[in-house]
């Protein structure tokens, strides 16, 4: 059977990679969450002390570094120079800091670059906040996907939970409006949906009923 790219954009805690992992997994794609390579140049620069303002500083450090995504059980593992980061670029401290870092031109062309041939020639589901607009705007398939801002915080509690970190649900929904501000404001590729990409609304959808609707938009096209 032929083989699609699928992108999948929307703000901060909407299940994204939740969802974009399952039809990943169903359809024997390969799965790739760019937000996680923005976490960890991110981390690097913050390891190193890096000036997050500075946007020749930020992409100097970038050209001077690995990012490998690779598939596990679990979904994906993230290395940073070799190092298995998977766990370290879900802080808050990371978390806060990634949407300046993102907002870098010369980090956000090298990784658009990096994106690119990552999906080359074969069937990909990405998900980010500038895959249907930028990264790969041939998409067969783009999806735009939300959810209120109180239930994207409400499931990012409920998730933190699991992994006993205990941030009140005002301060995530707090941070996940400054996230989503900060990148779709920003100069270059801001968060935005795509003329031809599918808005779906997931709060009142569980992540099964989510993924089967982008599974059946996904055959429709194959
Ligand atoms: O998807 P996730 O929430 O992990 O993304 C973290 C941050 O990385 C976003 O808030 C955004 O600033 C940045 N990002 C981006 N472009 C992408 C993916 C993520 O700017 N394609």
């Given at each position: 059977?032929?083989?699609?790219?699928?992108?999948?954009?929307?703000?901060?805690?909407?299940?994204?990679?939740?969802?974009?992992?399952?039809?990943?997994?169903?359809?024997?794609y390969?799965?790739?969450?760019?937000?996680?390579m923005?976490?960890?140049?991110?981390?690097?620069?913050?390891?190193?002390?890096?000036?997050?303002?500075s946007?020749?500083?930020a992409g100097?450090l970038?050209?001077?570094?690995?990012i490998?995504l690779?598939p596990?059980?679990n979904?994906?593992?993230v290395?940073?120079?070799?190092k298995?980061?998977?766990e370290?670029?879900r802080?808050?401290?990371?978390t806060?800091a990634?949407?300046?870092m993102a907002?870098?031109?010369?980090?956000?062309?090298?990784?658009?670059?990096?994106q690119?041939?990552?999906?080359?020639?074969?069937?990909v589901?990405?998900?980010?906040?500038?895959?249907?607009?930028?990264v790969?705007p041939a998409?067969?398939?783009?999806?735009?996907?939300?959810?209120?801002?109180e239930?994207?915080?409400r499931r990012r509690?409920?998730?933190?939970k699991?992994r006993s970190?205990?941030?009140?649900?005002?301060?995530?929904?707090?941070?996940?409006?400054?996230?989503d501000?900060?990148?779709?404001e920003r100069?270059v590729s801001?968060?935005?949906q795509?003329?031809?990409?599918?808005?779906?609304d997931?709060?009142?959808?569980?992540?099964?009923e989510?993924?089967?609707?982008?599974?059946?938009?996904?055959?429709?096209?194959?």
């Open positions: 059977t032929k083989s699609i790219q699928i992108a999948l954009d929307g703000p901060a805690a909407a299940g994204k990679s939740t969802i974009a992992k399952i039809v990943a997994e169903q359809l024997g390969i799965y790739i969450d760019t937000g996680a923005y976490r960890a140049i991110t981390l690097k620069a913050l390891n190193e002390g890096i000036d997050l303002s946007n020749e500083e100097k970038l050209a001077d570094t690995e490998d690779q596990s059980e979904g994906q593992l290395f940073l120079d070799n298995d980061v998977t370290d670029i802080s808050q401290h990371v806060k990634v949407s300046e907002a870098h031109e010369s980090v956000r062309t090298q990784m658009v670059k990096l690119q041939q990552l999906a080359e020639e074969r069937g589901v990405m998900d980010g906040r500038d895959i249907g607009t930028d790969l998409a067969k398939l783009k999806v735009f996907m939300s959810a209120t801002v239930e994207r915080a509690f409920e998730e933190n699991k970190i205990h941030t009140p649900i005002d301060e995530l929904q707090a941070e996940i409006a400054k996230r501000k900060m990148d779709s100069e801001p968060l935005r795509a003329e031809d990409a599918i808005f779906l997931t709060t009142f959808l569980t992540i099964r989510a993924a089967a609707e982008i599974l059946r938009l996904a055959e429709e096209r194959l």
